[in-house]
T-cell receptor, first 118, second 115 residues
Framework: ETGVTQTPRHLVMGMTNKKSLKCEQH?????MYWYKQSAKKPLELMFV???????ENNSVPSRFSPECPNSSHLFLHLHTLQPEDSALYLC?????????????????FGSGTQLSVL | AQSVAQPEDQVNVAEGNPLTVKCTYS??????LFWYVQYPNRGLQFLLK??????LVKGSYGFEAEFNKSQTSFHLKKPSALVSDSALYFC?????????????FGSGTRLSIRP
């Protein structure tokens, strides 16, 4: 148990559906992340929320929409996805020092949501 | 931009033999490097990190990594492999050109230890 919980573990959706992935961290961290894991590809950093600043990977399509209502919860809203969006979506958290750029913080990952888009 | 490369998709080793999982990096400035491991149906777990100091870094589960500046490498090693070490291993680098925390991962190397 890493202290980062993701739900659901598995999700199958059609291209016209709208769904949301949920992540909750119980570690008191101040930064949360969404990563996309596809086979034989580098983990793709999608979004970061750190110290209330949101950082986006500009290559992420607008059909993915993150929401971070507080430092413990993170959502990824999905709509009109494509079959190539099928992947394992991983949430992570870390403690980022305030007042400067962090260099050595450790990421704590959830077990992921395995998404299949039909 | 900071990046890491893992040249091997798969590494096969017999139990009891030494193992090496390769990683090379490309960074501007001082590198901040990490290794993570992913067991089946789990998220990634931190193994070890290099920030500054000794070139040989020791981590969890008996793993260590050797930082080599001239070869821009950060290979993961273990003197004697266990079957339970079979997993997916990711090398990563910290992106310093961001005020937010950004860790950039490689594509992963699947390590298979045969009994």
């Amino acid at each position: 148990e890493t202290g980062v919980t993701q739900t659901p573990r598995h999700l199958v959706m059609g291209m016209t559906n709208k769904k949301s992935l949920k992540c909750e961290q119980h570690l008191g961290h101040n930064a949360m992340y969404w990563y996309k894991q596809s086979a034989k590809k580098p983990l793709e950093l999608m979004f970061v929320y750190s110290l209330e600043e949101r950082v986006e990977n500009n290559s992420v399509p607008s059909r993915f929409s993150p929401e971070c209502p507080n430092s413990s919860h993170l959502f990824l809203h999905l709509h009109t996805l494509q079959p190539e969006d099928s992947a394992l979506y991983l949430c992570a958290s870390s403690q980022t020092p305030t007042g400067g750029v962090a260099t050595n913080e450790k990421l704590f990952f959830g077990s992921g949501t395995q998404l299949s888009v039909l | 931009a900071q990046s890491v490369a893992q040249p091997e998709d798969q590494v096969n080793v017999a139990e009891g033999n030494p193992l090496t999982v390769k990683c090379t990096y490309s960074v501007s400035g001082n590198p901040y490097l990490f290794w993570y491991v992913q067991y089946p149906n789990r998220g990634l777990q931190f193994l070890l990190k290099y920030i500054t100091g000794d070139n040989l870094v020791k981590g969890s589960y008996g793993f260590e990594a050797e930082f080599n500046k001239s070869q821009t490498s950060f290979h993961l090693k273990k003197p004697s492999a266990l079957v339970s070490d079979s997993a997916l291993y990711f090398c990563a680098v910290r992106d310093l050109y961001s005020s937010a925390s950004k860790i950039i991962f490689g594509s992963g190397t699947r390590l298979s230890i045969r009994p």
